[in-house]
């Protein structure tokens, strides 16, 4: 069945430092979103992507869609410890399901 | 504050007992999807509801089950409980139907379920 790889399943990094996650499909995807988990909290829609190659900007957070539409990356810049959290990619898993990959857990070390 | 409510936030329960978690969808909303995180898991996929109607299942065991009423609200019922089903289970909704563009899904807090 579908699945959504994300690499890597953690990441430390010191503040300032710039962090990547990356997702990765078996198959074409219509377009695909991006969550964050806080600590304790619960996964909140960051973006969706839905153009081949598309590129999309939020402050420090850089956000891409391959242009196969197969992958997507999420690139933070200079890291803050309010960056803490979870990461996950979703796409479509079929008619209706949203398939989350593993994520990416980020530690931001002051 | 999504928008999205879930009841309850905490519940301990014992082995083999029978448990039901409610959730009500943000205001218009006609899909409500439940997801189940293990510790240190990721999300995973149950079911998920449009206007009351199933619409798609993932890894839900037979002893869970789930339906969405007339007012849009859900309940995830989960019977014999073992302590593998302790788990953070979330609720979200979407106003449509399908996983496809524009139809961003929204997460509640999430039901802590811990079986003892």
């Known amino acids: 069945g579908q699945q959504v790889m994300q690499i890597p399943q953690y990441q430390h990094v010191q503040e300032g430092e710039d962090f990547t996650t990356y997702c990765n499909s078996s198959?074409?995807?219509?377009?695909i979103q991006w969550y964050k988990q806080r600590p304790g909290g619960h996964p909140v829609f960051l973006i969706q992507?839905?153009?081949?190659?598309e590129v999309k900007k939020q402050k420090r957070l850089t956000f891409q869609f391959g242009e196969a539409k197969k992958n997507s990356s999420l690139h933070i810049t200079a890291t803050q410890t309010t960056d803490v959290g979870t990461y996950f990619c979703?796409?479509?898993?079929?008619?209706?399901?949203?398939?989350f990959g593993a994520g990416t857990r980020l530690a931001v070390h002051p | 504050d999504s928008g999205v409510t879930q009841t309850p936030k905490h519940l301990i329960t014992a082995t083999g007992q029978r448990v039901t978690l409610r959730c009500s969808p943000r205001?218009?909303?006609?899909?409500v999807y439940w997801y189940q995180q293990s510790l240190d898991q990721g999300l995973q996929f149950l079911i998920q509801?449009?206007?009351?109607?199933?619409?798609a299942k993932g890894n839900i065991l037979e002893r869970f089950s789930a339906q969405q009423f007339p007012d849009l609200h859900s309940e995830l019922n989960l019977s014999s409980l073992e302590l593998g089903d302790s788990a953070l289970y979330f609720c979200?909704?979407?106003?449509?139907?399908?996983?496809?563009?524009?139809?961003?899904?929204?997460f509640g807090e999430g039901s802590w379920l811990t079986v003892v």
């Open positions: 979200a909704s979407s106003p449509r139907d399908r996983a496809d563009s524009g139809n961003t899904i929204y």
């Open positions: 198959t074409t995807l219509s377009n």
């Open positions: 992507l839905v153009k081949s190659g």
């Open positions: 979703a796409g479509p898993g079929g008619y209706n399901k949203l398939i």
């Open positions: 205001s218009g909303d006609l899909s």
């Open positions: 509801y449009y206007n009351g109607e199933e619409r």
